[in-house]
Every structure is written in structure tokens, then in C-alpha cells.
T-cell receptor, first 113, second 115 residues
């Protein structure tokens, strides 16, 4: 069975500070990994994905994530937070012929002025 | 290219009523999915389809039925709504092949309140 753990349901940072959102997965084989962002009252938008190519993945809006197999982690980072980054972020894992996703419980990012 | 659309955006039901949520995609994707989103629980897969005429159960299928009569449409039905089905429902689609084959594309969601 696959599962995804996101540490911290709420994270608060100051504008301009580093953003670090944590994601750990459990999988018997190397998975595909994703980060999605959800703005209020909207659907999910893909930020970035890891599909067994480069371990450091760059996404939209300045976000990146590093796949660390030894730590079974796929943490999301951004060097400098912007007010517009305030949203909920979901980590997801997929390893299935039918591309079924398993989502973490989400982390709400608050950016303070 | 509208992507994934969902109808309706918001609905209020009384316990025991039935309704159907419609998902449509114009990207010619083979795979389609229905999720529910509840606070603190992320998204959970209800049912999915790997092609026209096929459906399969996900993590939380009880109380829901689905149909995929046309490739572009995936319907989610609630035969007898219960308050526990109050949630936000998201539809997603994914291609079978190509560079984006691992990615799911999401609709804007349907908010359902069951009284």
C-alpha cells in the first residue's frame, strides 16, 4: 500500500522567507511524486512532478522539490515567499498502471507581510 | 480548450435525495477520476475509469455510483444522499500515453451540502 505524509497542516512564513513544505511517502518501489497547489475555492493545479529523471525538480512559480530515496522524502521549497503563494499544497504519489493518486492531507501556507 | 469542467458548482440536497454530478473533459484523456475532499483528509479517490464503458472502485466508493458512457464524460451519482456525503467533489482526467501520462488534470470542484 502507498501512503503520503505531510508534516504540518499549517505553515506560516514571512514574505521573503524560505518556504519548506514536507512530504514523505511509503512505497515498495520508486514512485511518481507530485506537488499540487489549491487556491481558495479552486481546483488543484500541478506545481511539479518527479518521474524518475532528475532528482531535483523545478516547477512553476519558483518552487522546486528534491526526491531523496534514502529518506523517502519529496519536500517542496521556494527560496523567497510571496504573498501570492498563500494556498494549500498537496503532495501525491502514484505507482499504478491506472495512474491512481494517493494524496497527503495537505499543508496550508500562510504568508505574513 | 476548456480542460475539465464540472456541473453543478454548488448544490444543496436533503437527506435521501438523489443527484448526479457531471464531469466533462475535452483533452481526449482515457483515464478519469472522482475524488472527495474533506478538511484535514486531503483528496480520497471514490471511483475511476480507465476507458469508455469501464469503471472501478477507489478508496471510498460506498454510497456512490459512476458511469462512463462517453469517453469525455464521467458521471458520479448519489442514489440516497447522507449528511456524511457533504464534501467538495473533484473530477480529474489523465492521458494514457505521452509526456503528460503521469499527470492528472483537475476540474474546479462541486460543493455539495446534504442537510
Amino acid at each position: 500500500a502507498q501512503s503520503v505524509t505531510q508534516l504540518g497542516s499549517h505553515v506560516s512564513v514571512s514574505e521573503g522567507a524560505l518556504v519548506l513544505l514536507r512530504c514523505n511517502y511509503s512505497s515498495s518501489v520508486p514512485p511518481y511524486l507530485f506537488w499540487y497547489v489549491q487556491y481558495p475555492n479552486q481546483g488543484l493545479q500541478l506545481l511539479l512532478k518527479y518521474t524518475s529523471a532528475a532528482t531535483l525538480v523545478k516547477g512553476i512559480n519558483g518552487f522546486e522539490a528534491e526526491f531523496k530515496k534514502s529518506e523517502t522524502s519529496f519536500h517542496l521549497t521556494k527560496p523567497s515567499a510571496h504573498m501570492s503563494d498563500a494556498a494549500e499544497y498537496f503532495c501525491a504519489v502514484s505507482r499504478s498502471n491506472f495512474n491512481k493518486f494517493y494524496f497527503g492531507s495537505g499543508t496550508k501556507l500562510n504568508v505574513k507581510p | 480548450n476548456a480542460g475539465v469542467t464540472q456541473t453543478p458548482k454548488f448544490r444543496v440536497l436533503k437527506t435521501g435525495q438523489s443527484m448526479t454530478l457531471l464531469c466533462a473533459q475535452d483533452m481526449n484523456h482515457e483515464y478519469m477520476y472522482w475524488y472527495r475532499q474533506d478538511p484535514g483528509m486531503g483528496l480520497r479517490l471514490i471511483h475511476y475509469s480507465v476507458g469508455e464503458g469501464t469503471t472501478a472502485k477507489g478508496e471510498v466508493p460506498d454510497g456512490y455510483n459512476v458511469s462512463r458512457l462517453k469517453k469525455q464524460n464521467f458521471l458520479l451519482g448519489l442514489e440516497s444522499a447522507a449528511p456524511s456525503q457533504t464534501s467538495v467533489y473533484f473530477c480529474a482526467s489523465s492521458p494514457l500515453a505521452g509526456d503528460e501520462r503521469e499527470t492528472q488534470y483537475f476540474g474546479p470542484g462541486t460543493r455539495l451540502l446534504v442537510l
